[in-house]
């Protein structure tokens, strides 16, 4: 019992540092639904951190938040990252990936179209440029094509 009591204290401990750093106490008593996009991802990203973890998996974890929310998240990426924790996320930000990716996985429409290491890849860009079909609008914008502008 003494044992459980000393996890959950730090459970807590760790909790209320994570509930500081990102400065969301100042809305406990805001409901939920009347917080903005950036504060519901900050919580959720608490949430996903309480406990003893081997594996982060998060969705757009900058996605809604402003830059020193992203510099915070960053810099908890850098730190469970040199804990030798398995840190999985999907970003449609690519310079955000650089410090992080070890290995990426290419989507696109739901695709897999690179599954390679960090190392063997140049650029995050290029890779997924040169993976997407000739005719996709990266390469061509149709209306202007179809009709192009006088100057």
Not at 3 to 27: A, C, H, M, R, S
Not at 117 to 124: E, F, K, Q, T
Request: net charge negative; charged share 25%.
């Amino acid at each position: 019992m003494i044992f459980l009591l000393q996890v959950l204290l730090f459970w807590l401990n760790e909790t209320e540092e994570l509930i500081k750093f990102f400065e969301v106490d100042k809305y406990f008593n805001k409901p939920f639904r009347d917080c903005s996009s950036g504060m519901k991802k900050k919580v959720q990203i608490i949430v996903s951190l309480i406990g003893e973890i081997d594996t982060i998996i998060w969705d757009e974890p900058n996605n809604g938040l402003d830059i020193v929310s992203n510099l915070k998240i960053k810099n908890l990426l850098k730190y469970y990252k040199s804990k030798n924790i398995t840190i999985l996320f999907s970003s449609h930000v690519i310079e955000f990936l650089y410090n992080f990716v070890d290995h990426c996985i290419l989507l696109h429409e739901g695709k897999v179209l690179e599954n390679t290491g960090i190392g063997s890849i140049g650029s995050l860009e290029e890779l997924f440029v040169k993976n997407l079909p000739e005719n996709d609008t990266v390469f061509h914008i149709p209306a202007i094509d179809q009709n192009p502008p006088i100057c």
